[in-house]
């Protein structure tokens, strides 16, 4: 019999924030709505990002292409000179500078006539001759405009995509991932179990099975770019539990096939032969099949490999990278060999060895999907394939354990092929999947072992894992810099957002959302909150409010950014010796918090009877007292009208080292455009020149005599 949870508070909406889909072009539209909508970035002053080939030839190593089912698609989002002139010179075409935006963004014409457009458009007789690194000025506008008239903005119809079809509604990971993700899937399922939600459910696991049907497996992703590789298999355990929730028995019979076909993908392409205590015995790790740069991080790949002149070293590292990603923990020091001569950056990519280690956990996964398929075939009735299962599933355990246990630590290790030897647990790496992050997935999977263990001890010990993961999350949703948001990963030894990796920590994602609401479903009024403060559960609006936090698109961060960019643009073009950047957390500032390191005197409390001599208020009565010509009152903005708008207060900026930067920085441009003023050179708000730069500054010195 199903469960369905009481209905939640008004407060615990905001738990529920998993985007239900009714088609792939719903998606495409609000999400490239609110990505670029009316903010496309004007053509001009565009920037290049270096993530070229440099033209290696992909065919002639013989490594296979992606994405062979959409050969017209594949051209554009797979790999390519479309693909790689828009990450080498579209800075400002990758929003974010992420090349997940470009990959993600749909087409407004048919795929052939676009390739056949850039063909035309760069006199393209040959992919292989043509090289993007030399690329003329003028050709890279004319990529600037060639994207801006075949890549989606939101209205409008979509012609073609990178998101692939599925035929029923489904749910998308959040933050960046606007399409569904394989093994975060699976815990939002457990939410939405949790909620009654069985009918979504079942349409996640129909999903699914039409991928391995399709496919022989399940993507790591629903895009295109995703069908060389998959991520832990998950798919059984989800039936598994949503046949435990409703009893359906009839769509148990109708999926088992399925859960058999991708089972025996993972043994036919994911197996390796190890010989333990003298004998061969099969096991299981990621092995993605593709040896090039991962489209929505093809910036990344190529820049990590850019000092390597072998093309197929780098064709290596990619591999690697792929399995990598496989395994879901992307990037963790568990896959990577320790630069032992490096003490200060050990962990380095481009040493990835995930092919040569046999994840424990993976194996596990299998061990339980033999275990799962044997329960699932005897409650359908068919006692030999039960039995099958049980076999294999009696089989492997003891394999499993010849392998990954020792028995000296009492701990499981994963094992390294290449050295012989179990491959130890590593930290302090800066890779996001070690610690001090916890990602839900791990901290679910750690509590349900130990609920399931059978001992009260380690129950007693998974319901202290569970209130404090709650607790961590539900304080931080409270907390006033990082409040009213459930983020992907947080830290545990402090309880703030996670950090890491190749992008900033999302918010609001399925998988932190579904373990939450499954995890106090399943504990109920045994976990205690009550030390907490409630939340805030008043509405503030968007449009006034900053998103503060890197990936979370807004229509307040677009113009924002747009606004920053234009001015670093300005900027840029007022000299050569420099480049400007914009810093996100000044950018993403409002005014009044601007003025808190301008023109305020902020709040800012130091260790007790601290003393800062050098701030103190000076006596300006006693120490001037005879000075007739020192005015009693002095506004410069009075003095200097023209500037008025400039000159702001030099402000106590506390122990806030930054801050008496920006502070500082702030003066010195009042002084700048107080000199300019002198020189009959009048300076705008708005101008480049309004801003600090060292050769305005030297500019304006005695030295140099103006």
Known sequence: ??????????????????????????????????????????IESWGKTNCSLNGIDIVQLGIGRPCEEWPDLATIYCDGKILEAVNYWGERMLFMRDSKHFVDRPLLK????????????????????????????????????????????????????????????????????????????????????????????????RNFAEMVNRFGFVPAGGRIYYNKRSQPPFLTFLVYDYFAATGDIEFLKEIMPTLEKELNFWQKNRSIQIKVNGKTKTFYQYRADTKLPRPEAFCQDVELVKEIA???????????????????????????????????????????????????????????????MAQMYLQIGNKVKSREYHAKYQLFLEDFKSLFYKKEHSIWYDFNFESGTPNEAQINSSQQWDFPNIFPSTQLMLIEGLQKSGTKRMKDKAKELAQNWVSANFKLFNSENFGAKIWEKITANEGLPGRGGEYNAQINVGTTLGGLLDT???????????????????????????????????????????????????????????????????????????????????????????????????????????????????????????????????????????????????????????????????????????????????EFTPETNG
């Open 1 to 42: 019999m199903a469960y369905f949870a009481p209905f939640p508070p008004i407060c615990l909406f905001h738990l529920i924030f998993i985007f239900q889909l009714l088609g792939p072009v719903f998606c495409a539209n609000v999400y490239l709505k609110k990505q670029y909508g009316e903010n496309e970035f004007r």
């Open 110 to 205: 048919d795929a052939k006539k676009v390739v056949e457009e850039f063909k035309t458009l760069f006199d393209v007789t040959e992919w292989n001759k043509f090289v993007v690194s030399e690329m003329s000025e003028a050709q890279v506008d004319k990529l600037a405009k060639f994207v801006q008239q075949n890549f989606g903005m939101a209205d409008g119809a979509l012609i073609e995509h990178s998101l692939i079809y599925l035929s029923n509604p489904f749910f998308v990971s959040g933050g960046r991932f606007r399409e569904f993700r394989y093994w975060d899937s699976y815990w939002m399922a457990r939410g939405l179990i949790a909620s009654g939600m069985t009918k979504s459910v079942k349409n996640m696991c």
């Open 310 to 372: 072998d093309p197929m070293e780098k064709a290596k590292i990619w591999h690697e990278i792929a399995s990598a990603s496989e395994s879901g923990w992307d990037f963790s020091s568990r896959w990577i060999r320790k630069d032992e001569t490096d003490t200060e950056k050990p962990w380095k990519l481009k040493n990835l060895m995930t092919t040569k280690i046999v994840p424990v956990d993976l194996n596990a996964l299998i061990c339980g999907n033999f275990e799962k």
């Open 520 to 698: 106090l479903v399943t504990y109920g009024g045994e976990l205690n909150v009550r030390s907490i403060d409630g939340p805030n559960c008043e509405q503030k609006s968007l449009e006034i409010e900053p998103r503060k936090f890197p990936n979370e698109v807004s229509e307040y961060r677009s113009k924002q950014l747009a606004a920053a960019q234009k001015k670093v643009d300005t900027i840029d073009k007022s000299q050569k010796y420099w480049k400007a950047v914009i810093y996100e957390p000044f950018a993403l500032l409002t005014d009044e918090e601007l003025k808190k390191l301008d023109g305020v005197v902020p709040s800012i409390y130091g260790p007790p009877n601290q003393q800062l001599k050098a701030l103190e208020t000076l006596n300006i009565e006693t120490q001037y007292s005879n000075d007739n010509d020192l005015p009693r009152q002095f506004d410069a903005r009075e003095k200097w009208p023209d500037c008025a708008d400039i000159i702001s207060t030099i402000t106590d900026q506390g122990l806030c080292g930054c801050c008496w930067a920006v502070a500082s920085a702030s003066a010195l441009t009042d002084r700048i455009c107080i000199a300019r003023r002198k020189k009959g050179r009048k300076t705008n708000k708005e101008d480049g020149k309004a801003y600090i730069s060292a050769q305005f500054t030297c």
